[in-house]
């Protein structure tokens, strides 16, 4: 008789080999206690977190924490349905207004994951007559929206604007509707998109635009409305997609768009009509959330700041860091042998981040992501960079000591 978990054999084995490499499933990590937002207690110690998604480091805010605690006293803990039944107050509606506000928007959506927002849109925008396109190293939440969609995919070299238009004028069919999709910052690699780039080819081509924003939003653009801001396109964009999960430090998603035809998307949206709708508190924190990263743009130079620091931190010990500065720097190695003690080595030593193994990576050589916060002191990051240091030369890995400047 077969078994349903035949194939699970392959990842079992694979899970098997990382786990006895460096004593721990990394996949596995417990954070005890958060104790603020750049430090937490994993397996009993104090740990400084150089892996979360916390750019501004508003999980910890306390106006968030107020607002939650007033909604959930005022309005219950949950609302039991979906947006398009009983799961929509007045408190979704306001947040809604906030965020097409905040982007200078029409309208807004408002989903219950970042997930959900890609996965609804995507599949929502894109039909069987339709072409998506996609940045070859995409989001799992763009991919599965397109699985969700009907549309015909196609994906182009990432980040690479003159492939996406040599595609899209070899389509068979040149005059369907066309959806790019591209990220603001890539969420491993730090990668930035150049979005005037494809901007331009998508006003050359006719097609749409939609950008996530998933790990730029409050982090790019002088206001923090992500990579098209930064690059002046906003106009050209059609679609933004974005999370609360990160700058925001709460959870949910939306999308923000000036075509009115998006009132009749929340009805053709399935991952925004067949789930539960974000709880009370969890709208009011983010929308306390959202004012404060409004009122405090230090945050974001802050935060700048301290990628600079890390960055040229990483340079100066020789290791092999991403090459643009962003919140997300990636220190790729060449081995998996090399990276599953060096990760197990940080943690030991009392730093987090996450470990990405191939084939999961970009150029299928693993890497270590880091992320900074605003929040991140310059002792907490040299104190990182140190235990980088320690950890390279504990598990011989080579730093070629290279002292250029980032
Ligand atoms: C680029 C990108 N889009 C969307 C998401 C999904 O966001 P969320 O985790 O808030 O569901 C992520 C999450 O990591 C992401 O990196």
């Known amino acids: 008789m077969a078994s349903l978990f035949s194939k699970y054999e392959g990842l079992a084995g694979s899970l098997g080999?990382?786990?006895?490499?460096?004593?721990?499933?990394?996949?596995a990590v417990v954070i005890e206690k958060p104790l603020s937002s750049t430090v937490g207690v994993i397996e009993g110690r104090e740990t400084l977190l150089f892996g979360t998604n916390n750019y501004l480091g508003l999980s910890q805010s306390v106006r968030a924490i107020k607002a939650a605690q007033a909604a959930a006293e005022a309005c219950g803990v949950g609302t039991t349905g979906s947006r398009i039944a009983n799961g929509t107050q007045s408190l979704h509606r306001q947040l809604e207004r906030k965020i097409a506000d905040f982007f200078h928007r029409r309208d807004a959506m408002v989903f219950s994951t970042g997930y959900q927002a890609n996965l609804g849109m995507i599949s929502a925008l894109a039909g069987k007559d339709d072409y998506l396109l996609l940045d070859a190293d995409s989001h799992a939440s763009i991919y599965d929206g397109s699985r969700l969609s009907a549309a015909q995919v196609?994906?182009?070299?990432?980040?690479?604007?003159d492939d996406l238009y040599k595609r899209i004028k070899r389509l068979d069919a040149p005059d369907a509707a066309k959806l790019v999709v591209v990220e603001g910052i890539y969420s491993m690699t730090g990668n930035v998109a150049p979005v005037a780039e494809f901007a331009a080819v998508k006003k050359e081509t006719g097609a749409y635009l939609l950008v996530d924003e998933a790990?730029?939003?409050?982090?790019?653009?002088e206001h923090g409305r992500g990579s098209a801001e930064a690059?002046?396109?906003?106009?050209?964009?059609?679609?933004?997609?974005?999370?609360?999960?990160?700058?925001?430090?709460?959870?949910?998603?939306?999308?923000?768009?000036?075509?009115?035809?998006?009132?009749?998307?929340?009805l053709n949206c399935r991952p925004y009509m067949f789930t539960a709708s974000l709880p009370p508190e969890v709208i009011a924190a983010t929308a306390a959330a959202l004012e404060e990263m409004q009122e405090h743009p230090e945050l974001r130079a802050q935060l700048m700041d301290n990628a600079a620091r890390l960055h040229?931190?990483?340079?100066?010990?020789?290791?092999?860091?991403?090459?643009?500065?962003?919140?997300?720097?990636?220190?790729?190695?060449?081995?998996?042998?090399?990276?599953?003690?060096?990760?197990?080595?940080?943690?030991?030593l009392?730093?987090?981040v996450n470990l990405s193994l191939p084939p999961a990576t970009p150029d299928s050589r693993p890497l270590l992501r880091c992320s900074v916060m605003a929040t991140h002191t310059a002792a907490q990051i040299d104190q990182a960079l140190e235990i980088f240091r320690q950890a390279a030369e504990d598990c011989n890995?080579?730093?070629s000591a290279k002292e250029t400047a980032a």
């Open 17 to 27: 080999a990382v786990v006895a490499a460096g004593g721990r499933n990394p996949f």
């Open 154 to 161: 196609i994906r182009f070299r990432h980040n690479d604007p």
């Open 215 to 221: 790990h730029s939003f409050g982090v790019l653009g």
């Open 231 to 266: 690059e002046g396109v906003e106009a050209d964009v059609d679609f933004i997609v974005g999370t609360f999960s990160k700058s925001l430090g709460t959870v949910g998603g939306y999308c923000v768009s000036d075509h009115p035809e998006l009132e009749l998307v929340r």
């Open 312 to 348: 040229a931190g990483f340079v100066r010990l020789g290791l092999n860091a991403s090459q643009r500065v962003s919140p997300v720097i990636a220190v790729t190695l060449e081995t998996v042998e090399q990276a599953i003690p060096m990760w197990n080595r940080l943690l030991e």
């Open 350 to 352: 009392g730093v987090y």
């Open 397 to 399: 890995v080579p730093l």
